[in-house]
T-cell receptor, first 113, second 114 residues
């Protein structure tokens, strides 16, 4: 498809793990990113993964990449109320210079006590 | 280091007017990109400037334009505003835009067109 797809909502309990999924469009995409957006704010870069990697771990965050299925996931361990936000995946296509990110629709994560 | 700054943070205009938004990148960053965020269309790439030249362009009409100055600061202009231009406009900067060079976003300018 043409769109980077994400599920719209995810609700978890505090302390549980959250898994946010993303299906991207271009198998030649070189870098894939996860951004977080809190209400009224811009986008905060959480992590990114290069396309020749399968997994990347950064503290509570684990990114898994399945290139064959063009599937990306973000796992947040020990989810806290401060993690409540909208999470966007984004792909950078091609290997040429320049920045052009194609973003997913965003997943709203709600963390309940 | 100071982050990406955008001015103004909020703006109200009427249809037919034009508007200019400003973005100051992180010191040392030479690439500046602009994105439009709306509830209906999500985040869409507008254009990218690097070394005062437009390097990439999204699928927006010619009413949307931009420029970059020698100090890497960038402005975007929207002429003949339409109601559908109401959005959060986000600016992002990066060192060069190549490879895994990551983009850092500003807080955005919220434009409302009445």
């Amino acid at each position: 498809g043409e769109d980077v797809e994400q599920s719209l909502f995810l609700s978890v309990r505090e302390g549980d793990s959250s898994v946010i999924n993303c299906t991207y469009t271009d198998s030649s995409s070189t870098y894939l990113y996860w951004y977080k957006q809190e209400p009224g704010a811009g986008l905060q870069l959480l992590t990114y993964i290069f396309s020749n990697m399968d997994m990347k771990q950064d503290q509570r965050l684990t990114v898994l990449l399945n290139k064959k299925d063009k599937h990306l996931s973000l796992r947040i361990a020990d989810t806290q109320t401060g993690d409540s936000a909208i999470y966007f995946c984004a792909e950078k296509k091609g290997t040429g210079g320049g920045n052009k990110l194609t973003f997913g629709t965003g997943t709203q994560l709600k963390v309940e006590l | 280091k100071a982050g990406v700054t955008q001015t103004p943070r909020y703006l109200i205009k009427t249809r037919g007017q034009q508007v200019t938004l400003s973005c100051s990148p992180i010191s040392g960053h030479r690439s500046v990109s602009w994105y439009q965020q709306t509830p209906g269309q999500g985040l869409q790439f507008l254009f990218e400037y690097f070394s005062e030249t437009q390097r990439n362009k999204g699928n927006f009409p010619g009413r949307f334009s931009g420029r970059q100055f020698s100090n890497s600061r960038s402005e975007m202009n929207v002429s003949t505003l339409e109601l559908g231009d109401s959005a959060l406009y986000l600016c992002a900067s990066s060192l060069s835009g190549s490879g895994g060079d990551t983009q850092y976003f500003g807080p955005g300018t919220r434009l409302t067109v009445l």
